[in-house]
């Protein structure tokens, strides 16, 4: 079947210092998408991207569709400590289906 | 607007016992999805409904899971009988009909079902 293989697994990071995590597919995605997840909560849509080669920025994050489409990477600017979390990249299949990879566990130090 | 609601939030169980979770979508939302996510790992898609018919239950382990959402609102999934592997938090998530662009694709808080 599909699968996301997204790294790094964890990062331990000092605030103020930029993050980048990425994700490759063995097979290619009309949509990738990147989520966060707060302990106990859902995932909650950061960033949606819809076009190979697509630059997308919310904020302090940035995400980019890869051109092969199998791949997309996220980054984080100056982050802080709610940044802490656990990061999820996810490709959407054509009937809406959501192949997610294995999660960034990203800690912040103040 | 309201967010996707579901219950319980926990639940343990013993292994071989039964138990339904509930997932009430957003209003308007013809589609809704269960995933299960087990510990370490994203989340993984068990069963996929557009109004009240299934679109995908490819990856739903059929021996012992169901569901349902015999109005094309609320759903619930039903594990019967449970064993220890299904320890995991289980995520309902609704959406419009599926599409490009933005079509409010919202999770859950989740149910984490342990089973002893």
């Known amino acids: 079947g599909q699968q996301l293989n997204q790294s790094p697994q964890s990062m331990f990071i000092q605030e103020g210092e930029d993050v980048s995590m990425n994700c490759t597919s063995s097979?290619?995605?009309?949509?990738w998408l990147w989520y966060k997840q707060d302990p106990g909560e859902g995932p909650v849509l950061l960033i949606a991207l819809y076009k190979a080669g697509e630059l997308t920025s919310n904020g302090r994050l940035t995400a980019q569709f890869g051109i092969t489409r199998k791949d997309s990477f996220l980054n984080i600017s100056a982050s802080i400590p709610s940044d802490v979390g656990i990061y999820f990249c996810a490709g959407r299949s054509n009937t809406g289906k959501l192949i997610f990879g294995q999660g960034t566990t990203l800690q912040v130090k103040p | 607007e309201a967010g996707v609601a579901q219950s319980p939030r926990y639940k343990i169980i013993e292994k071989r016992q039964s138990v339904a979770f509930w997932c009430n979508p957003i209003?308007?939302?013809?589609?809704l999805y269960w995933y299960q996510q087990i510990l370490g790992q994203g989340p993984k898609l068990l069963i996929q409904?557009?109004?009240?018919?299934?679109?995908?239950d490819s990856q739903l382990p059929k021996d012992r899971f169901s569901a349902e959402r015999l109005k094309g609102v609320d759903s619930t999934l039903k594990i019967q009988p449970a064993k220890l592997e299904d320890s995991a938090v289980y995520l309902c998530?609704?959406?419009?009909?599926?599409?490009?662009?933005?079509?409010?694709?919202?999770f859950g808080s989740g149910t984490r079902l342990t089973v002893v």
């Open positions: 409904f557009q109004n009240n018919g299934v679109v995908d």
């Open positions: 998530a609704s959406s419009r009909l599926s599409g490009t662009g933005n079509y409010g694709y919202t």
């Open positions: 097979s290619i995605f009309n949509t």
């Open positions: 209003s308007g939302h013809a589609t």
